[in-house]
């Protein structure tokens, strides 16, 4: 168990999971290169010892891989899991009372101790400016903390067993933010904080928030779990950290007695300013939008403080291994939360939140003579109400029916349904509601739609392993190419407005139903680039689901409507990039070029292929 963020790191370089990174490096892009590279070629974690502008060191790539996040939790994983376990399903305490005395006393163990005093002893007094002020990518607004855990408790029931701790995106500088006296928050209203804020704004109070930075892991992933109702982030972090939450207050605000940075600061009434630009986790940066503003109170540091930082960008990325870990510690808690539920995937090569493979049961048609989407349907909307879950774009659904089923078998998953899917039956759109706000495929911000593929039942058709012949026949449509069984991306003309496109689809659509029904290819994508889009299974996951919006960008050959209800004999997406849509992330070549004199013979990442 780590007391402190450099106990950690200390443990992770004596096992050969950690390199120290000598040479000065630039905030400025540089070491965010360096991270995506390392973490690229599954590297170890990184200490930055001489960071530009700053007297304090930096670390990242902490949770790199499973391996090495595991490694760091190695002592309390199985407690952890087993009080997960107990939540999710408390008649197993009922059942076996004394074999579970040991979860009971680690979970009671674990709660939040509050210590004497003020401050931790030795606390420094800084400024914002101090910090390792990192921009990761070149249109960024400014710098931005990628690790923090922001506090706050409830204006209504003070305290910290009604506190949350999220994981919410700061930015330091930059825009219109007063160095040093303001810094901006970037999190959605439904969010614990936004509930908190909330509160305080009917109340006419400004909330107060701590920023805690670095202190052991396992405060940074609490930060980012999805636990179960009841349970405190706090109370999860010292159960996961084998040591309890120290903390004290200081006029006011909650200190974190173990972490390496405290920022405080109040959150007033209507004030926000313009957040933004963020290359974020969907592989395209977040746009400038209002977000609230924070006036800082006071910022404190510990001597000889580490700041932890991760990069997010096109998956995978380090967070793609935060989610692996997270899987690992919540098990089966989501089959408890929904009943009928036996597997639930978020496809991280689509960014997560757009993109979800569920395994349902079907139990509601046993003696039916057509086998159909019925209980499935009902598991769907449970789906899509459902946390994070809820942001989802494309929910692709199913139950096991005389075969195994693993929606991480991605290719076979998809394939499975694409050849049971019944066109005219089995697609289900939700109009006019809320995606993530970091996705710009919708209408507006936070505005979009959402589309269930449930499909159920036997086989209906051959999905087809080559080009149809008739799709290398249109005009105006070009560089035909199959993507997987049953999906082939066509290329066309860069895109203009959805006037255009809705013509250019009609005519595309009719053009196919001439060449005769096409059975055997049920999704068409249409795109910039085919040869791109068919390249690798992640750029097709990536390309499609990032950049379409389902009620605007689905479109059938021969479809019609029947009693409400959307049909086609084949589908096509239009997953070309919509003028309002963000830009993707793309590296600054010159910095790419700079870094390199890391990687040589003799320098401190010389031992690693890139």
Request: hydrophobic share 40%; aromatic share 8%; proline share 7%.
């Amino acid at each position: 168990m780590y007391r402190h963020l450099e106990d950690c790191i200390i443990d992770l370089e004596k096992h050969g999971h950690l390199i120290r990174i000598n040479e000065e490096v630039d905030p400025y892009l540089e070491m965010a290169a360096i991270h995506m590279k390392v973490y690229a070629a599954g590297g170890p974690a990184l200490l930055f010892e001489n960071v530009k502008g700053s007297k304090f060191r930096a670390v990242s790539n902490l949770f790199g891989t499973l391996e090495r996040s595991k490694f760091i939790f190695r002592s309390t994983l199985d407690a952890v899991q087993n009080v997960m376990a107990l939540r999710n399903d408390p008649t197993k305490a009922l059942k076996n009372p004394f074999k579970h005395i040991s979860t009971g006393l680690a979970a009671w163990k674990a709660l939040p101790m509050k210590k004497s005093g003020s401050l931790p002893a030795a606390a420094q007094e800084i400024s914002i400016a101090d910090l390792p002020l990192i921009q990761h990518w070149p249109m960024d607004g400014g710098a931005f903390i990628t690790l923090p855990q922001v506090y706050s408790e409830d204006p209504e029931k003070p305290g910290i067993m009604n506190s949350n701790l999220g994981m919410y995106r700061i930015q330091l500088s930059g825009n219109d933010y007063e160095m040093n006296q303001e810094i901006g928050l970037h999190y959605q209203i439904h969010r614990g904080i936004g509930v908190h804020q909330d509160k305080a704004i009917k109340q006419g109070k400004p909330l107060k928030v701590s920023c805690f930075v670095g202190g052991p892991p396992a405060h940074t992933l609490s930060a980012v779990m999805p636990l179960p109702e009841g349970m405190s982030e706090l109370t999860f972090a010292g159960l996961l950290g084998g040591r309890r939450f120290r903390h004290s207050y200081m006029d006011g605000f909650c200190i974190s007695n173990d972490a390496d940075f405290v920022i405080t600061g109040e959150i007033h009434p209507g004030e926000t300013k313009p957040e933004g630009p963020f290359g974020d986790h969907l592989g395209y940066y977040s746009l400038t939008h209002p977000f609230p503003v924070m006036k800082v109170h006071k910022v404190y540091a510990k001597p000889n403080a580490i700041w932890p930082f991760t990069v997010v960008g096109r998956p995978p990325q380090e967070d793609t291994s935060f989610g692996e870990l997270i899987h690992e510690l919540t098990g089966d808690s989501l089959k408890k939360e929904i009943p009928g539920v036996k597997e639930v995937h978020a496809v991280d090569a689509a960014g997560v939140h757009p993109l979800l493979f569920a395994i349902g049961s079907e139990r509601y048609t046993p003696y039916q003579p057509v086998k159909q989407p019925t209980e499935i349907l009902t598991i769907a909307n449970r789906i899509l109400g459902t946390g994070q879950l809820s942001l989802a774009k494309y929910l692709f659904i199913t139950a096991e029916d005389k075969q195994p089923l693993d929606t991480h078998d991605e290719v076979g998953f998809l394939t499975y349904i694409l050849a049971r899917i019944d066109l005219q039956r089995d697609i289900h759109f939700q109009t006019n509601t809320t995606i993530d706000t970091l996705d710009y495929s919708g209408t507006g911000l936070n505005q979009g739609s959402k589309v269930v593929f449930a499909a159920y039942g036997d086989v209906l058709r051959e999905l087809c392993t080559e080009v149809p012949e008739g799709l290398n026949e249109l005009r105006g449509f070009e560089n035909a190419r199959l993507v997987m069984p049953g999906v082939v991306a066509i290329q066309g003309a860069a895109f203009t407005s959805y006037t255009e496109a809705q013509e250019e689809l009609q005519g595309l659509s009719e053009a196919i139903h001439t060449k005769g029904v096409l059975t055997a290819c049920p999704m068409i994508i249409l795109c910039d680039d085919s040869s791109f889009m068919s390249a690798t299974i992640p750029n097709f996951f990536w390309a499609t689901f990032t950049r379409s919006n389902p009620a605007n960008d689905i479109y059938g050959v021969n479809s019609y409507y029947a009693h409400k209800h959307w049909a086609c004999d084949n589908l096509i997406i239009d997953a070309r990039i919509k003028p309002h849509q963000a830009p993707p992330l793309i590296p600054d070549p010159t910095v790419e070029k700079k870094i390199e004199r890391l990687f040589v013979s003799g320098a401190s990442l010389g031992g690693i292929k890139i």
